[in-house]
């Protein structure tokens, strides 16, 4: 039995999300029977990041079990050939038997877009989340260093979600102005709650949008309370862009 | 009867290009009909670029005439409401009558996106085409001046297109990476024959695949033979960018 990590990438629109779902096509499902296809061999393939319905993965890593005698640096080529071209494996190498795609996780990276315009723009808006053109970037920018150490994240989380530790640790929260119109969300943590990422996002966009104040946001996760936080933005402005391991 | 002059952005992959067709949804009969279902009008509208099936439009420009008394300025605003996701007009303004959207068009800007890897990249493949990685961008980069001016681009149509003249001036063209891998081939010109942005690319990206020497370019616009020239790369990857007038 060999242990097999793989880097994958996909877009989520056509998806349930990653894990695999009684009702709905899920990445996890399409790559098992890829596998089963070309190696002949049922697998379980385990995913270091639980994405949602629509949520794209630039970086996602997922790992397997195979008795299979195949060179595992050219062992993604196969698993492509069985593969719809919105899911593509990008490296594929053989790891240590207590490699665990999720617990071995360090650090998880994910972006989220949105653009700024008063009409929706279709070339963007397909990917991205449309917002007001009263958002002011200065604003919202402010807001992100509140976000950043180890806090108790229960008022970022999905309500009705059972976890019971909330605390998380965010190393790093940035948002850059990518294009006259674009941004980008960049946060990296060690790990994130049901929706988490889609909160911080509506929270930080809110105060752009002066519907919230900066200052705010030590009293919002302070609370605990879920309706004191910002909106859960939409799934397609999201992005897993990494998973790093020690 | 008032002109009014339209900048429309749209998606391209679900339409079978801007003008009407017996066959498919054009982009042109969707925006006709959702004038029709705001002014209650039946109206014409001319687009600048004739762009093909699968063709994408950041700027495009059209006009069209209407008795309907609106505040040309705010018309956008309306004609959006009855307009599908993947197509909205960014602006609307009155125009005088001796405006033609595309024979007032002095320069018209395409860009032409490609990416280089060895696989498919899902979040990229689907609005660029993918190159293989022995794709070299210095020589590539060196093709282009040989494009730039008046020149007969014959060799650069589509074979069996019935046009008297196929003299063009190219103002610019420029190659620029935009990532580790993704590319942009950015174009102006007064005028563009059939196809002939995607297959100026394709010659282009046969230059950095080493298929053809950069100073072959010149002998094969003399030639006026497109089989000389590269092949037309896949319409996803071509965007109408602007049009500009006096």
Redesign the interface.
Known sequence: MRKIKLVV???GTNYCGWQKQKNGKSVQEVIEKAILKVLGEPCQVFGAGRTDAGV?A?GQVAHFETIANIYPPKL??LI?TALP??????NSEEVSSDFHSRFSAKKKTYEYKFYVSD?????L??TQTRVGYEFCYKKAKKACKFFVGTHNFSAFCASGTKVKDTTRTIYSLKLNKVSEKEYSLMVCGNGFLYNMVRILAGTIIEVGLNKKEASDIKNIIKSGKRELAGKTMPAKGL?LKKIEYE
């Open positions: 990438q996909y877009v794209h630039e993604y080529h492509n071209d919105d899911i593509r494996i990008l009409t929706i723009l279709p070339l808006e397909q992005t």
